[in-house]
């Protein structure tokens, strides 16, 4: 009945404002009730699990649709929706296909690389779809949001391990150079100087808005072949294709995240204050997201399908999701989780913004915030730090807006049990408080929605000297975080190719920095240091990659390459040393130390292998054959999914952090409240049980729903605030403000100047 409420107190308020109304048709209603469809009927457990909350709620009812991804088509309630099918011998889903058009609906896109439909549907057929033996998931077509230097000294590149400057345009040591990484954003204005005189470093302006059907016609089926070389995959590349739009990036967003990854001014503003953290990466422009900063779960899961389907040709390595959208599904069956774990699976380094409702909008602190694809295991998510305005990190901390763990999608397991996940999160944090970057403009030199609408809180004073191409603006919350860190894997993958993504994950969070103060909830192993995580990466073979794929490497090899020994795990940045946290967030929900990690190999470095909520999942993927123009192993076909066939996952050596198990207490500061230094300082010390191999590690951290663990803190169940909110991320204008879509300020935790940031 919980997950009931929002439509009660809907339905109440509806009532108040039309009270005569209602009372002359009460009966009505009440008659239509107990005569409600077939649809309304209490559907079995086996389909319901399958059927994602929030859709189920809204099916249930007769009032007219709130949703953007429900309407009335010729007086029948149809919906769109994504269908996750089960894998089968089946590979182009003609069945399924077949099914949705027999059912009266249409398929407006086929999304190969997660073997999922984007269709549409009457209502009243939901439920025979979700029956089906080949359907392992049914979402709703949710909307999609963005989650809205000193950046370089903070982050540790400015080393001797990092880079260091020659001349004010000048530097010499990693810089991304070679390395793609993928923005799926708002889109990214290629002839801003921040990205090369010329535009030259982004490499690719795509836009998947217009890739799905947009109209709500039925009898249709839009799959389109993905084959190399073929007619319909010309057609189809020939419709994304966006380098010719007139304004690449409307809304502002995409432009600044894609300079904090790999931004290098040109000219008045060429300084190293307005650097990214990969300033040789080449940038593959995905549009996911338009003008008012808005798009579809469909538009974004067809963006991923594209990176993963080019990735090997124009070696994206690193994708940057700046984004999030409202889930109450777990992570096993939510359409997005599932997108980013077939990247992982073809080699991309996925990094996601946490989210920016670390508090509500009475000042109390919130846990159970990170919507999809952030609550996936496979991903990196990175919660946001205030840096104080200072290259000392001694004084940051993380933002009272970034949102905190565990995460709370729910599935139903094989007895009809429904779980919460609650899963360690964020990974990491990164400094995304005022953070400044490129700021997109018009041909005409006209500013982007957010620089002229919030023009005194975020541009940058121009100087008679700057150029519209030159334009900077500052920008705040964890959508700013998540580049600087996907900058920095692309710094790793630049020094170690072979390096796999749950080994950069890995690397970048062994070395980071524990915050005082914060547990794992609020920051999980710390603050990024790019110094550290470049002499680990530095010290592992360059072949780990390739040896896993044809399996040469065995757990328990040698990982270490030829005359390398572990560095010293601490760093000094900035005039400052520190001791590197040791920990590594494994399992989803377990925490594992010690130097056999990356001395010895471990199955859970596996690109292909998810391992969380007790299972073991291997995702492989399929490539086309052989063209006369590509070689095989280029472009995915599809993807598989099975239990994987080895459940040793960890070797002997490792420590595991067996004091996350049971009951947790924020006031005890015990589970997953524990101060992460208090962690890493035990672990490193090698306290918690060695496994052994063969040993499965199961779920420890138990959250119960609802549970209370301070007075006026509460974990609610699943991630539903209220019936069709999106999690959104908003425009964090400084620490202060949390600014709506609409401009309205929804969080305010001090009346201080919104310009000043945190102090």
Not at 110 to 128: C, D, E, G
Not at 358 to 366: A, L, N, P, Y
Not at 641 to 663: E, F
Request: glycine residues 10%; charged residues 15%; proline residues 4%.
């Amino acid at each position: 009945m919980g997950h009931l409420l929002p439509f009660i107190v809907i339905i109440e308020r509806s009532m108040r404002r039309a009270r005569t109304w209602l009372a002359l048709l009460g009966i009505a209603l009440v008659a239509a009730m107990w005569a409600a469809p077939a649809h309304a009927a209490p559907w079995s457990e086996r389909v319901r699990g399958k059927i994602a909350r929030d859709m189920d709620g809204e099916l249930r009812t007769d009032r007219a649709p709130r949703e953007r991804w429900a309407r009335d088509v010729r007086g029948v309630r149809h919906v769109q929706a994504i269908v996750v099918a089960e894998p089968g011998p089946d590979p182009e889903l003609r069945e399924l296909r077949a099914a949705v058009l027999k059912l009266g609906g249409s398929v407006h896109a086929f999304h190969r690389a997660m073997n999922a439909l984007t269709v549409q549907l009457p209502m009243q057929k939901l439920h025979a779809l979700a029956e089906r033996d080949d359907v392992a998931s049914v979402t709703p077509n949710r909307c999609v949001q963005r989650t809205a230097s000193t950046l370089e000294y903070v982050a540790g590149v400015l080393t001797s391990r990092g880079r260091s400057y020659s001349s004010t345009t000048a530097y010499t040591g990693v810089d991304g150079r070679g390395v793609g990484i993928a923005v799926l954003d708002s889109g990214v204005m290629r002839s801003h100087h921040d990205f090369g005189s010329a535009g030259e470093r982004v490499k690719r302006n795509v836009s998947m808005l217009n890739t799905t059907l947009a109209n709500w016609s039925t009898g249709v089926d839009a799959a389109a072949s993905m084959q190399p070389g073929s007619a319909a995959l010309a057609s189809y590349e020939n419709l994304v294709a966006n380098e010719s739009a007139a304004t690449l990036d409307g809304f502002g967003h995409g432009t600044h995240v894609a300079s904090v990854a790999a931004g290098r001014g040109f000219g008045f503003y060429a300084a190293p204050d307005h650097t990214g953290v990969a300033p040789g990466a080449d940038i593959y422009d995905v549009k996911v997201l338009g003008d008012t900063g808005t798009g579809t779960l469909s538009d974004t899961i067809e963006g991923i399908n594209w990176v993963i389907y080019h990735a090997r040709e124009y070696n994206i390595r690193v994708m940057n999701l700046s984004l999030a959208a409202q889930s109450t599904q777990s992570w096993l069956n939510d359409p997005l989780c599932i997108a980013v774990r077939s990247a992982s699976a073809a080699g991309i380094t996925v990094v996601v913004a946490a989210g920016n409702f670390g508090k509500s909008t009475d000042g109390k602190e919130v846990f159970g915030a990170i919507g999809a694809p952030g609550n996936d295991p496979s991903v990196i998510t990175v919660g946001a730090v205030n840096i104080k305005s200072t290259i000392a990190r001694s004084d940051d901390s993380v933002t009272l807006f970034s949102s905190r763990g565990p995460t709370r999608g729910a599935y139903v397991d094989a007895a009809g049990v429904r779980r919460i996940d609650n899963l360690i999160k964020p990974d990491l944090v990164a400094p995304g408080n005022r953070v400044i970057g490129a700021a997109s403009t018009t041909a005409a030199g006209g500013w982007n929605y957010l620089a002229s609408n919030y023009y005194n809180d975020l541009v940058v004073p121009a100087n008679s000297a700057q150029y519209y191409t030159e334009s900077v603006m500052v920008m705040s919350g964890t959508s700013i975080a998540a580049p600087a860190v996907a900058g920095a894997a692309a710094l790793l993958l630049q020094a170690n190719p072979g390096l796999t993504p749950p080994l950069v994950k890995a690397i970048l969070q062994y070395t980071a920095q524990p915050l005082p103060g914060a547990s794992l909830a609020h920051q999980g192993a710390g603050q990024i240091n790019v110094d550290g995580a470049l002499a680990l990466a530095r010290a592992i073979r360059t072949d780990v990659a390739t040896a896993i794929a044809n399996g040469s490497l065995v757990a328990g090899g040698s990982l270490l390459a030829s005359g390398q020994t572990l560095p010293a795990r601490s760093s000094t940045l900035n005039g400052q040393s520190f001791n590197w946290s040791r920990i590594v967030t494994a399992g989803g929900n377990r925490v594992l130390s010690g130097d056999a990690l990356f001395t010895k190999y471990q199955p859970i470095w596996d690109p292909r292998i998810t391992w969380a909520s007790g299972r073991a999942r291997l995702r492989q993927p399929q490539y086309w054959a052989a063209t006369s123009t590509t070689p095989a192993g280029t472009f995915v076909k599809s993807f598989s999914d099975v239990a994987a066939p080895n459940q040793s996952l960890v070797t002997a050596g490792v420590v595991n952090a067996t004091t996350l198990a049971g009951a947790t207490s924020l006031a005890g500061k015990t589970g997953l409240f524990i101060p992460t230094p208090t962690l890493a300082g035990w672990l490193a010390s090698g306290s918690g049980s060695v496994l052994g191999t063969g040993i499965v590690i199961s779920e420890g951290l138990v959250i119960s729903e609802g549970i209370v663990i301070s007075e006026g803190l509460v974990i609610s169940e699943g991630l539903v605030i209220s019936e069709g909110l999106v999690i959104s991320e908003g425009l964090v204008i400084s620490e202060g403000i949390v600014i709506s879509e609409t401009g309205v300020p929804v969080i305010r935790y001090d009346t201080g100047s919104a310009t000043s940031g945190e102090n």
